[in-house]
């Protein structure tokens, strides 16, 4: 199964640096078969696209809890995981993997770029207030998820960390 797990930038070194990374709590999401009973219409790349913003959003909560040097931006790490279980208690898309990611799991990570850092910045500052309604923590909330992620390949994260 294809899973969207949310990280951060230091969260991507570590997996290089280790060769493998743990998500927090082993959380991820994914097209679920609840997902897929959520939506009246839509193809599996559409579907696939709601868990993959899911997780971004998700990377909001992680970069409101951890402090570092590294720029500000979602990220999702795009894995193959045979082992994933859906989590319906907990939402629609949300499934645990029970291990590490390993290098040779990830297809893919997608990053935001420079250009949405400060709307990104302003998200983590009010995801919890945005949560809990408040309209204009929302409307930051959706400035950042206005950003579209860039895809990169595995072999090109090494250089977009040098880049950063």
Do not use: K, N
Not at 38 to 60: F, I
Not at 138 to 161: I, M, R, S, V
Request: overall charge negative.
């Amino acid at each position: 199964m294809r899973v969207y797990l949310p990280a951060t930038l230091s969260d991507v070194q570590q997996l290089l640096a280790d060769g493998a990374w743990m998500p927090l709590g082993g959380t991820g999401f994914a097209l679920t078969p609840a997902l897929r009973e959520a939506y009246v219409a839509g193809d599996d790349e559409e579907l696939s696209e709601v868990a993959l913003r899911e997780a971004a959003r998700a990377s909001l909560r992680l970069l409101a809890a951890r402090d570092g040097d590294l720029p500000v931006r979602r990220v999702v790490v795009v894995a193959e995981r045979d082992d994933a279980a859906a989590r319906p208690d907990l939402d629609v898309a949300v499934v645990r993997i029970s291990g590490p990611v390993t290098e040779d799991q990830v297809v893919a990570v997608h990053v935001d770029g420079a250009d949405a850092e400060t709307a990104v910045r302003a998200a983590v500052d009010c995801i919890d207030e945005a949560d809990l309604g408040d309209e204009d923590a929302e409307l930051a909330l959706g400035d950042a998820e206005d950003h579209d992620l860039a895809w990169y390949a595995t072999q090109e994260l090494p250089f977009l960390l040098d880049l950063l």
